[in-house]
């Protein structure tokens, strides 16, 4: 590549899995671990490519031919803890002479500075690039949603760390923006809570908008596309809720579980999928399950929702939760311990919002003292926090129980709309936990409380996420309350 071209940290990710195998007169020969990771290529980084080892070789390259190799698995490596400082990228070593397929090289076609650090005895190498600048972290501050796309501006795929757990699922959102609405179309995602699918459907929003900015994106929660239209049905203003949802060129819907059960709504979906499936419009859903599992959905309805391409996120292993874990403190610029984020990763495994949970309490509380956190203080900190493997599940009630008696408070008056002061805080922080502490989503966490909005649940995620950094009132709430819901879990 050009020295001074820069390569974004999430495809230097991918690339990182690709070798050169050789040359052949005119053309070099690599290998890449999968078609998506090929196409990724093909359409972003040929003339980089061929430019790049035409000066390492000091000859013309012509040619760039791409094979599929799939054992080329992916290897978890552990990223550097920050972005490096800017530095340009070195181009890749020359492929060897002659027979193009005989392996005889071996080279990451990944460009950028090399780092080669000693993991468990194997050396990894570590490739970091100037990334482009990095989106406002999504742990604290103000959430921004754009009114007319529906994206949080701070999910990119540049914030998303990909390991093995996560690599195909984001291999195949970056090539729906790359090559939309042509082999993956639909693009289904699914997996368990907290894995990432939301951060990879408002990423795939923000690029498609950044490559195509006459673009119309829409992002939806299936639990707003429902209210939306109820109302346009109430309010005779169908028309413009057909247009907002048929004359998109993505179509990003979150959650589609949530449509169980409701007919209409799922009618309405279907017609609007056929419209922009006909029109060659990518659509990309999300779900908690398969889609031959999605109860109540119309066979016509799952089987078009398996014609492009489902794909699903598991549960990151340790390596990947501890790089999320160091790129969320360095994203925040916070210090934390490398011992720390080691123990919040090995001792919290299946939820990544869980393990941002972690990582709030721990600076949270190196704000509110002024002191950093060592892994005593951590093990102190986060001792309830973790959950013990003898616990029952916790449930919404346990956490409005715990937290009405912690305020001295009826469990009704959380579910009430009292507006007094004592009572929104109660339920705001009743609300985080619910967030941190049960696998619910957004509209779940709203629907256990009476039937509210997921807005108002996010809204409550984020005001009380900032108040513990800033209050240790609210710190100390957050973490006695915690305590006690983990002490009934574990009694119960
Ligand atoms: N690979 C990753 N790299 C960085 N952050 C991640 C990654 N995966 C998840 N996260 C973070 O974890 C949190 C939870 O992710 P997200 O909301 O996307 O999960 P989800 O799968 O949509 O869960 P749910 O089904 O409960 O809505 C977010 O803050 C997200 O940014």
Redesign the pocket.
Known sequence: MQAEETLPEFDLALLRQSKTLGQNGDAVVIAVPGAMVKGIIEAKYTDSLMKSFSEVLAKPIENLIITVDESLAWQDTQPAATPAPPAPPTPPNPPAEGNPTDGSVSTSVATGSTVSSETSGETVTTVTAQTSQPATP??TGTVQIDRNTGLNP??TFD?????SS?SFT?AAAESVVVSPAQAYNPLFIY????????????AIGNYALELYPESKVRYVSSEEFTNEFINAIANQSFPEFQANYREVDFLLI??IQFLQGKEQTLEEFFHTFNTLHTARKQVVI?S?VPPKELKSFAERIKSRLEWGLMTD?QP?NLE?RI??LR??SAQEKLEVFDDVLEYIASNISS???E??GALVRITAYASLTGNSVSLDTAKEILRDFITSKNSREITPKMIVDETAKYFGLQSEDIMSTDRSRTVVNSRQIAMYLCRELT????P?VGEAFGGRDHTTVMHAVKKITNSMNEDSTTYQSVTEITNQIRRAAREA
């Open positions: 999504p742990l701070q999910y914030t998303f760390v990909i390991g996560n984001a997996g368990g809570s907290g894995l990432g699918k939301t951060h990879l459907l408002h979150d959650d999300t908690d996120i990151p990947t790089a999320i790129r969320k939820n990544i919002r393990l941002e696998e619910l989503s957004l779940k």
